[in-house]
């Protein structure tokens, strides 16, 4: 079975400062995809930025930037210029990519705030 | 493009009364999920569905919960009867079909939000 590890239960940092959120994943699954999913107060969940794993490409979505280490399990997503607006949940998911395979496992979520 | 819409957004009722949630997907969208997510943690799966069809529904608790998508478009999710756990956000969601070639995202209604007393 497939995990998601988010370390950071909250960060705060200053408008226009870049902060990094952290994500680990366990699998045995050579392909997979992973997601960094955004949800404010509203609580729509609104998908911010999408790496696929066979890509050794880091995915960058404007300001949304993710550091993809796969060896390592590791998917950590970077906001640069951080906006009042970027306030909100954040969750790292994971999907695998085999036949029938669709469902998201998400981590436990990182509380982001932007103070003014 | 509509987005996923849920209804109601609220609802509060007592242990051991039922409780249903409507989810109409995006259009075109022919795989169907709700989410169950607790507050404080990420969602997990309850069912998904293909068209009108149960793909997984491994993580539902049969005894209470039950779900339905007649004509493969709309679902509507059931608790009957409700416990204190259940309380949560159910949140549907919705993408095209696997083999369709498009786009596999999921994309999320604003969920509804259910207290249990």
């Known amino acids: 079975a497939q995990t998601v590890t988010q370390s950071q239960p909250e960060m705060s940092v200053q408008e226009a400062e870049t902060v990094t959120l952290s994500c680990t994943y366990d699998t045995s699954e050579s392909n997979y995809y992973l997601f960094w999913y955004k949800q404010p107060p509203s609580r729509q969940m609104i998908l911010v930025i999408r790496q696929e794993a066979y890509k050794q490409q880091n995915a960058t979505e404007n300001r949304f930037s993710v550091n993809f280490q796969k060896a390592a399990k590791s998917f950590s997503l970077k906001i640069s210029d951080s906006q009042l607006g970027d306030t909100a949940m954040y969750f790292c998911?994971?999907?695998?990519?085999?036949?029938?395979?669709?469902?998201?496992?998400f981590g436990q979520g990182t509380r982001l705030t932007i103070n003014p | 493009e509509a987005g996923v819409a849920q209804s109601p957004r609220y609802k509060i009722i007592e242990k051991r009364q039922s409780v249903a949630f409507w989810c109409n997907p995006i259009s075109g969208h022919a795989t169907l999920y709700w989410y169950q997510q607790i507050l404080g943690q990420g969602p997990k799966l309850l069912i998904q569905?293909?068209?009108?069809?149960?793909?997984?529904d491994s993580q539902l608790p049969k005894d209470r919960f039950s779900a339905e998508r007649l004509k493969g478009v709309d679902s509507t999710l059931k608790i009957q009867p409700a416990k204190l756990e259940d309380s949560a956000v159910y949140l549907c969601a919705s993408s095209f079909l696997r083999t369709s070639g498009k786009n596999k995202t999921q994309y999320f209604g604003p969920g509804t939000r259910l207290l249990v007393l």
């Open positions: 998911a994971f999907r695998a990519s085999y036949q029938g395979a669709q469902k998201l496992v």
């Open positions: 569905f293909q068209n009108n069809g149960v793909v997984d």
